[in-house]
């Protein structure tokens, strides 16, 4: 989607080895959000952050680290991966927490093998 | 829980017929977003409604919001296949993140 990327898009990786997906946006946006997408459980809200080095958890963080060195750029960590964590990882941006529309990256399939 | 709940999971229809998804919620929100998802795409956002507002039109979309019944309503008039994707309702408390609903999968048959 315009201004936000994502990438990788696809990564296949074993258990136990560090996974870090990164998510670069143009658009200056103060907020970044890390979701993840599994079936039947809609969009899981992983970390957040809300300015440079300044992150939250979500409602599901356990297993993962963020972090947001640059306005434009937000990494998430896999510190050492397990299959419960194969899903679809998805970035946003937004202008306000939960006052805006979020603009989402296309997406990271990362299957944990 | 704060999280909406979108209805029917899943919803078939002709071209041309309207489609109409529903969202309900357990507690009061300040905002509510719906957004659309195409297969293996991100989410893009359609509409979001305010607490203070009943009802907003984006050309083929109008989004209700009855804050009484704790419901929100989607309806796509005169569907076309395009319109075949996911649909989500997104609600917020005021000053916290939007929490996401498991979806509505809509098929627009020919």
């Known amino acids: 989607d315009a201004g936000i990327t994502q990438s990788p898009r696809h990564k296949v990786t074993e258990t136990g080895t560090p996974v870090t997906l990164r998510c670069h946006q143009t658009?200056?946006?103060?907020?970044m959000y890390w979701y993840r997408q599994d079936p039947g459980h809609g969009l899981r809200l992983i970390h957040y952050s809300y300015g440079v080095k300044d992150t939250d958890k979500g409602e599901v963080s356990d297993g993962y680290s963020v972090s947001r060195s640059k306005t434009e750029d937000f990494l998430l960590t896999l510190e050492s991966a397990t299959s419960s964590q194969t899903s679809v990882y998805f970035c946003?941006?937004?202008?306000?927490?939960?006052?805006?529309?979020?603009?989402f990256g296309s997406g990271t399939r990362l299957t944990v093998v | 829980s704060q999280q909406g709940e979108e209805d029917p999971q899943a919803l078939s229809i002709q071209e041309g017929e309207n489609a109409t998804m529903n969202c309900s919620y357990k507690?009061?929100?300040?905002?509510l977003q719906w957004y659309r998802q195409n297969s293996g795409r991100g989410l893009v956002h359609l509409i979001l409604i305010r607490s203070n507002e009943r009802e907003k039109h984006s050309g083929r979309l109008r989004v209700t919001l009855d804050t009484s019944k704790k419901s929100s309503s989607l309806l796509i008039t005169a569907s076309r296949a395009a319109d075949t994707a996911s649909y989500f309702c997104?609600?917020?408390?005021?000053?916290?993140?939007?929490?996401f609903g498991p979806g509505t999968r809509l098929s627009v048959l020919p």
């Open positions: 658009e200056n946006h103060r907020y």
């Open positions: 507690t009061s929100i300040n905002n």
């Open positions: 997104a609600t917020a408390h005021y000053g916290q993140n939007f929490v």
């Open positions: 946003a941006i937004g202008w306000a927490r939960g006052e805006s529309g979020y603009t």
